[in-house]
């Protein structure tokens, strides 16, 4: 059973850093692009960064472009996401997202698997 598990979300002052993490198991996903997306009260879900299976092309939202970073090891089948530079903006739920196949994705419909949210507060 696919499994996706975020961690390290938390309540950070703006202009502070945070770095969540995403432990995926029961599937091969060294070989499938990984994706962060967050989620605010009322608001739809939006695609925050991708990663491609090795690593070597990452692409990010306008929004966030330049402030985070993401990154993952294949050997633990983790991705990561390390945000600066927090904004009250970036207050949301980030969720780990693992796609079926290699590509430059940026639709939540182009990812099959998800996982529970770790929640980011971003406070004055």
């Known amino acids: 059973q696919v499994q996706l598990v975020e961690s390290g979300g938390g309540l950070v002052q703006a202009g502070g850093s945070l770095r969540v993490s995403c432990a995926a198991s029961?599937?091969?996903?060294?070989?499938?692009?990984m994706g962060w997306f967050r989620q605010s009260p009322g608001k739809e879900r939006e695609f925050v960064a991708g990663i491609s299976w090795r690593g070597d092309g990452t692409w990010y939202s306008d929004s966030v472009k330049g402030r985070f970073t993401i990154s993952r090891d294949n050997a633990k089948n983790t991705v990561y996401l390390q945000m600066n530079s927090l904004r009250l903006e970036d207050t949301a739920a980030y969720y780990c997202?693992?796609?079926?196949?290699?590509?430059?994705?940026?639709?939540?419909?182009?990812?099959?698997?998800w996982g529970q949210g770790t929640q980011v507060t971003v406070s004055s």
């Open positions: 997202a693992a796609a079926r196949n290699s590509g430059q994705y940026y639709f939540a419909n182009s990812y099959a698997y």
């Open positions: 029961g599937g091969t996903f060294s070989s499938v692009t």
